[in-house]
């Protein structure tokens, strides 16, 4: 897997302050989006053993509330094993964090890969730039969801995170 970035003491990008993984790949390559130099699966840096040790680091202060999986795509079929991996260790070190991950997919696209019972929320949906709305919170579309994926999985059915 490659990334971009990793950011933090972000607000804009989940519920908290947040830790953001910014990773490489995006096949859905939305008109008006807010990050295309991500699109690119080769472009970034490699997400190596120095990085996941930056996102750890970050991710043990106190004040953060969780991570945030955004990009490009962590859901793009090249970044899945690896973004599955490191939920996975993260759940494991941080089971108090909170893990939200951005995608283009819809969740009837996504529901049943290995990732999604370790995430508390997701934001599905290709961004619509017709649909655009800067009132919005945490999504740049109407069409997009903000899925608390906890009750969605426990109900059967889609609960919106509020």
């Known amino acids: 897997m490659r990334y971009h970035n990793i950011t933090t003491d972000d607000m804009l990008n989940g519920d908290g302050l947040r830790t953001v993984l910014w990773v490489a790949g995006c096949t859905h ?35 953060i509330s969780g991570v945030t999986f ?46 999604i019972p370790l995430l508390d929320v997701v934001v599905d949906g290709r961004f619509i730039k017709s649909l655009l709305d800067a009132k919005l919170h945490w999504k740049g579309s109407s069409n997009q969801r903000v899925i608390d994926v906890k009750e969605t999985l426990r109900l059967d059915k889609i609960v919106l995170f509020d």
Not at 86 to 94: G, P
Not at 97 to 112: C, N, Q, R
């Open 29 to 63: 390559r939305c008109e008006g989006c807010h990050n295309p130099i991500t699109w690119d699966i080769e472009g970034g840096i490699p997400f190596d053993e120095a990085a996941e040790a930056e996102l750890f680091d970050k991710l043990s202060e106190d004040y």
């Open 70 to 115: 955004s990009g490009g795509d962590p859901l793009h079929p090249q970044n899945r094993d690896d973004i599955t991996r490191l939920a996975t260790k993260i759940k494991a070190d941080f089971p108090e964090k909170t893990l939200w991950l951005y995608t283009g997919f819809d969740w009837d696209e996504i529901k049943e890969l290995d990732i």
